[in-house]
T-cell receptor, first 115, second 112 residues
Framework: GQQLNQSPQSMFIQEGEDVSMNCTSS?????WLWYKQDPGEGPVLLIA?????ELTSNGRLTAQFGITRKDSFLNISASIPSDVGIYFC???????????????FGKGTLLTVNP | DSGVTQTPKHLITATGQRVTLRCSPR?????VYWYQQSLDQGLQFLIQ???????AKGNILERFSAQQFPDLHSELNLSSLELGDSALYFC???????????FGEGSWLTVV
């Protein structure tokens, strides 16, 4: 099956710092998604990317769909304590009429923000 | 609140037992997905239903089964439980089969 490599596995930063994490794949994806999971909660969609090269922002979050279709990154600017959580990338392989069951998730990046 | 409701939130049971996890999708969503999340494997897709029909299977063990009922709620049945089945089980739903997936808060299963 598809393999997603997400890095880093964990980050410990100071409040106010910027954060960057990324996902790479050996296969081409036609959709990249970024989710955040708070403790005791389910993953929540942050940003969805549908086009190679696309750069999308959601508040302090910015994500890009790599031009090769094999990678994506997520940046968080001016981090705050509530940014703490696990961030997951997810990709949907290139296929006609892509279905969600083909979504592959990265193993997550655990972000800790020190106030 | 995603609108996806899962029960129970926590469950502790013994090896060899059987449990049923329940999921109510968001209003209007026809697709339901089940995922297993463990520390070493991350989020693993188990099975998907669409409007009552099974649509796709992922890494679901034969000891596990699921169904989606006419009112669109779904149940995941886990039987002959083993210690390694301890994990967080998520249900998710979407309007169709390629739309945004919304996750529930999960059911934490501990097998002792």
């Amino acid at each position: 099956g598809q393999q997603l490599n997400q890095s880093p596995q964990s980050m410990f930063i100071q409040e106010g710092e910027d954060v960057s994490m990324n996902c790479t794949s050996s296969s081409i994806f036609n959709t990249w998604l970024w989710y955040k999971q708070d403790p005791g909660e389910g993953p929540v969609l942050l940003i969805a990317l549908y086009k190679a090269g696309e750069l999308t922002s959601n508040g302090r979050l910015t994500a890009q769909f790599g031009i090769t279709r094999k990678d994506s990154f997520l940046n968080i600017s001016a981090s705050i304590p509530s940014d703490v959580g696990i961030y997951f990338c997810a990709g949907q392989p290139l296929m006609t009429g892509g279905s969600n069951y083909k979504l592959t998730f990265g193993k997550g990046t655990l972000l800790t923000v020190n106030p | 609140d995603s609108g996806v409701t899962q029960t129970p939130k926590h469950l502790i049971t013994a090896t060899g037992q059987r449990v049923t996890l329940r999921c109510s999708p968001r209003s209007g969503d026809l697709s339901v997905y089940w995922y297993q999340q463990s520390l070493d494997q991350g989020l693993q897709f188990l099975i998907q239903y669409y409007n009552g029909e099974e649509r796709a299977k992922g890494n679901i063990l034969e000891r596990f089964s699921a169904q989606q009922f006419p009112d669109l709620h779904s149940e995941l049945n886990l039987s002959s439980l083993e210690l390694g089945d301890s994990a967080l089980y998520f249900c998710a739903s979407s309007v169709g089969e390629g739309n945004t997936i919304y996750f529930g808060e999960g059911s934490w299963l501990t097998v002792v």
